[in-house]
């Protein structure tokens, strides 16, 4: 019998088998919300013809959600310990594939046999810019993304014009591709009982990105080139070798 991994009993029992802890250098995070497990999902709107990619699926719960829904889920764990429990907890699916590898490196979009329709991903906090980047500047980017990130980041995503304190390089670029919008926050209790604590005020927010006409028109779209991202990839990759020491 497969556990429920939306249980925090049976994921803490899963985990206690792998002696596995999430990550902190790289950011690893464990939703065990049902009510916001659901709204993820529910926000992908799938059916039974699309194939998901998931980034950073940790220990499956986001993941068999998906399965249980989509024709196909691509599952990419950068972390050798959690694939070990992955496939105890979604290794019997079979429209569950797990990849391990590093998704700033892999050709993210041709792991699969069929290129994927939705991108439904838990984000990990240290990479959360580079991966958007990597999702969206992709000719082959799918119709429908969703993310779970920091509230401030979904904040900065879906900043307008007129927004001059949280709009910056990554409004800009998100919006160049797709039309963001925050669907629900999610409270920190939600995953705290099983990652290293954040400070007690932060908060993360689920932020859908569908295509849009009206951001392709000449006025309002603004693609960066290679020399104007370089600073901010630099950035958060310079964020992310800091946070795995």
């Known amino acids: 019998m497969r556990p429920d991994l939306s249980d925090p009993k049976a ?10 802890r999430p990550a ?3 950011g690893q995070h464990f939703l065990v919300d049902r009510s916001a497990l659901a709204a993820i999902v529910d926000a992908a709107e799938l059916s039974a013809d699309d194939d998901v990619l998931e980034v950073g699926p940790g220990p499956g719960v986001l993941t068999a959600a998906l399965a249980a829904r989509a ?9 050798e310990r959690m694939v070990a429990v992955l496939r105890d907890t979604v290794g019997d699916r079979g429209n569950v594939r797990v990849v391990r590898a590093d ?23 240290q990479i959360t810019s580079p991966l958007l980047m990597r999702f ?19 904040r900065r995503i879906v900043a307008g014009p007129g927004d001059a304190k949280e709009r910056g ?25 099983f990652r290293d604590r954040r400070p007690s005020h932060a908060r993360d927010a689920r932020v859908r990105a569908a295509r ?13 080139t290679p ?19």
Do not use: M
Request: hydrophobic letters at 45%.
């Open 71 to 79: 024709r196909s889920v691509t599952a990419v764990e950068v972390d």
């Open 11 to 20: 994921l803490r029992a899963v985990l206690e088998r792998h002696d596995v």
């Open 136 to 154: 969206l500047e992709d000719a082959r980017r799918p119709p429908r993304i969703v993310v779970l990130v920091q509230e401030e980041v979904a």
């Open 212 to 224: 849009s006409a009206s951001v392709h028109r000449a006025r309002e779209r603004y693609v960066p």
């Open 24 to 26: 902190k250098g790289i």
């Open 103 to 125: 998704a700033l490196e892999v050709d993210l979009f041709g792991l699969a046999e069929r290129p994927p329709t939705r991108i439904v991903a838990n984000l990990p906090y």
């Open 227 to 245: 020399a104007q991202a370089a600073p901010e990839r630099a950035r958060v990759r310079g964020r992310r070798r800091q946070g795995a020491r």
């Open 169 to 193: 390089f990554l409004s800009v670029f998100v919006q160049s591709f797709a039309a963001p919008v925050i669907v629900r926050r999610v409270e920190a209790p939600a995953e705290s009982r």
